[in-house]
């Protein structure tokens, strides 16, 4: 591969979802090179692949990137389409820097300059800030007896709508958010059984997205004053209204333990319980999309990269955005991105412009 980028940027943000906006929202402000670099074909980040009926656990007013507010109000949660939309007219109306379908396969560092391999030839910066999310990396457990399996196993991130298992027994796996809101829309047309590892938690009425908005607020605060904050859990179920819904269908009163292994026609346990099952949507969540990064060596055990705040420690000149609650609390959300980013491009700029 010859190199066909010479130019070397102050910083390129490897992603073009709702995280690599936001920071370059922050860099558009500073005089400093950036380019984003998307794999997609098209805008819009990873919500161009969620399923169908997807939506926003918060009101329009708090799901906003810096700058525009998405419209919609404070009583509207915007659908997956109408978050598509307001994330390709954010792009645009501030024109960003993009090189889109780029996928970075490997990142290395030669001296003081990062070098990343593209499908679009080499491209060289002084920063790096990976916003790659983990919709890309989606996890599902290694449970004996996958292959002897007769039915259909999918994850969440490749589940659409629920008409496609339209009369047919469904295990969900999962008792976060992504597995209740599939539970009730496949309850609907199919048999379902809710499978999860510990009982499912969820979050009084009257809680969304703004709460945790508000939580990151007095985080965010109670760091600069130097003072201890707990905020609340990301992982409990928010009450949108199709999950209100199901729960009122009673739903949600009935919930199995994770199963062990998979026999030819379903699910079983060690004490002897069988489910037969056409298939099982596993909605196990996601691990960071960091393999771009594994030549620098600085990957953990557990996937991540150990960082102060957004900076990685293990080198310098990497920053990383929304990748979860180690990057900053909410950052993996329209709602928690923009602080984040912010921080993440005045470090940036104290780097590449030293007082």
Known sequence: MTDERQTIYDVIIIGGGQSALSVAYYLRR???????????????GSWQYTWKSLSLFSPAQWSSLPGVFMPGGQHHYPSRAETITYLQEYELRYKFPVARPVKVTSVVKKEDTFVL?????????????????SYANPFIPDIPGSASFKGTVLHSSQYREPEDFSGKRVAIVGEGNSGAQILAEVSKVASALWITRQPPEFLPDDIDGKYLFDAATQLYQAKQQGRDYQPPSLGHIVMVPPVKEA???GVYQHFLPAFDHFYPDGIAWNTGQQEAVDAVIFCTGFRPALAHLAPLGIIQPDGRIKTNGTKATGITGLWLTGYGSWTGFASATLIGVGRTAKQTVEELSSFLQPA
């Not at 500073?30 to 998307?38: A, G, R, S």
């Not at 391999?117 to 999310?133: D, F, H, L, Q, R």
């Open 30 to 44: 500073t005089t400093l090179k950036y380019i984003m670099l998307d794999a997609a074909p098209l805008p819009g």
């Open 117 to 133: 391999t593209t499908t679009a030839g080499y491209y060289y910066a002084k920063a790096i800030v990976s916003a790659t999310g």
């Open 247 to 249: 729960r009122e269908r």
